[in-house]
């Protein structure tokens, strides 16, 4: 009997040794393959989804209304604009992001449209300066009548675009704020006093 009791012990000690010896190495190696396999599917998410070079769908909201495009992804924001939706308020200038002729609000920030991918805008919203008076001339664009603040007026559309963004987030801006919004934007014609005039009028002071 006593025996039968250590051959049996044995048995179920050997059969539990080689169950660890046998199930700890092809545990191992499935886990392993598990987090081979997910680093594989990591890397894979994290190369870039290439577009192009061929004109590629894309759906723009520009002032409210939805566009949907089949452009270049080479293609900037103010060329969409300008070339495929007809909003032209928004000038070509220097192209170079160096005159704020072509300034547009993303998401209710001012931005350089002629150094923007159009296709870097889908989803967010976008608004120019035919969307900022869509509902006839606001208040700063009134003072800036008032105050002559334009002469040839292709300036005009950035100086208005980016003040307004500035008055929307802080209506009572300072001189110092305004300044800093006009920055960027080159006046050919030197309106530059009778601007920062119609700008601070508009902030009520």
Do not use: W
Not at 14 to 31: C, D, L, N, Q, V
């Amino acid at each position: 009997m006593k025996n039968k009791t250590n051959t049996d012990s044995a048995a179920f000690s050997f059969s539990r040794r080689g169950f660890i010896k046998t199930a700890g190495p092809t545990a191992a190696a499935a886990m392993a393959g598990r987090v081979d396999e997910a680093a594989a599917e990591m890397e894979h998410s994290r190369k870039p989804k290439v577009v192009g070079p061929t004109a590629v769908p894309v759906e723009l909201t520009i002032n409210g209304q939805r566009h949907r495009l089949a452009i270049e992804p080479r293609v900037t924001l103010l060329d969409v604009l300008r070339n495929h939706t007809g909003h032209t308020g928004s000038k070509k200038a220097c192209d170079r992001a160096q005159c704020g002729s072509c300034t547009v609000l993303l998401d209710g920030e001012s931005v350089n449209a002629c150094m923007m991918l159009a296709i870097t805008a889908e989803g967010r919203k976008i608004r120019t300066i035919e969307g900022i008076s869509a509902n006839g001339l606001t208040p700063l664009q009134k003072e800036f009548i008032k105050h002559d603040a334009l002469m040839c007026g292709f300036c005009t559309p950035g100086f208005v675009t980016s003040l307004t963004a500035l008055l929307e987030q802080v209506p009572h801006a300072t001189d110092e704020q305004i300044s800093e919004a006009c920055a960027g934007h080159l006046c050919r014609c030197g309106t530059y006093p009778n601007v920062l005039k119609a700008a601070r009028a508009a902030a009520g002071r």
